[in-house]
């Protein structure tokens, strides 16, 4: 391990192909067991009434909620890193670091979920926006290294840098609509929820706008 930290800080490793199937994993694999926290109670019986069942599935509206914020959160989230990586074309140490951090952090999505699935109150609310607001800060954090490191041009160097101004826009708003979240939390929790939903929303609204501008300025 240390000779490969060593190298690692020497110089930049000139592919990232290793990192990126690794990242793809961790994404899938957290995709895939978020669906575990949903099922009918073991003390559910097989042969219960129509009525029942009904109700038992109704139950399961706070788990299939978090089910759904979560994936597209972690969706969104894959398709985000999957534009870094095609940005970077070498890694050094830091990069590995932030990226590992990530990684950790989107792995851990899963708990947070379950938490904010056993009831929505301004506990598991605060902890759901804290948890997913450290893992899209991180990947902010990484793409920022990325593009403003310069010794070992981790990045084309012909990268347009409107370019990378729009995109650094863009990592931001998730982080921020988390952090802002938390503090609605502390007053009215569901309302935090509907900023969660809308996130997708607001990312698409400022994309178009800054593509917008970038647009006309190019224009003139």
């Known amino acids: 391990m240390a000779a490969t930290e060593d190298g690692l800080s020497r110089e930049a490793i000139n592919n990232t192909d290793r990192l990126v199937y690794l990242s793809d994993g961790v994404y899938a694999i957290a995709l895939t067991i978020l669906v ?8 559910f019986d097989v042969f219960s009434s129509s009525s029942q069942l009904l109700k038992a599935l109704m139950d399961l509206e706070p788990n299939i909620f978090a089910y759904i914020i979560s ?7 894959w ?18 670091w932030f990226n590992l951090l990530l990684l950790l952090s989107v792995a851990f999505i899963p708990f947070p979920t379950s938490v904010l699935a056993r009831g929505i109150n301004v ?35 012909d990268i347009n840098p409107r370019l990378v101004l729009y ?3 863009l990592f931001l ?17 569901r309302v935090a929820l509907l900023s969660w939903v809308l996130l997708a929303v607001v990312e698409g609204v400022i994309g178009r706008i800054l593509h917008g501008r970038w647009a006309r300025n190019r224009v003139k």
């Open 79 to 96: 398709r985000a890193h999957n534009l870094i990586f095609r940005y970077v074309k070498r890694y050094d140490t830091n990069i590995f």
């Open 36 to 43: 575990l926290d949903i099922g009918l109670p073991a003390s």
């Open 123 to 157: 506990v598991s609310v605060v902890f759901y926006a804290s948890c997913l607001m450290i893992a899209e800060g991180l990947e902010a954090a990484l793409w920022w290294y990325a593009t403003r490191v310069r010794k070992h041009r981790l990045i084309d160097e």
């Open 167 to 169: 995109h650094t826009t």
């Open 71 to 77: 994936f597209i959160v972690i969706g969104l989230s």
């Open 173 to 189: 708003v998730a982080p921020i609509v988390f952090l802002i979240s938390i503090g609605l939390a502390l007053f009215a929790p």
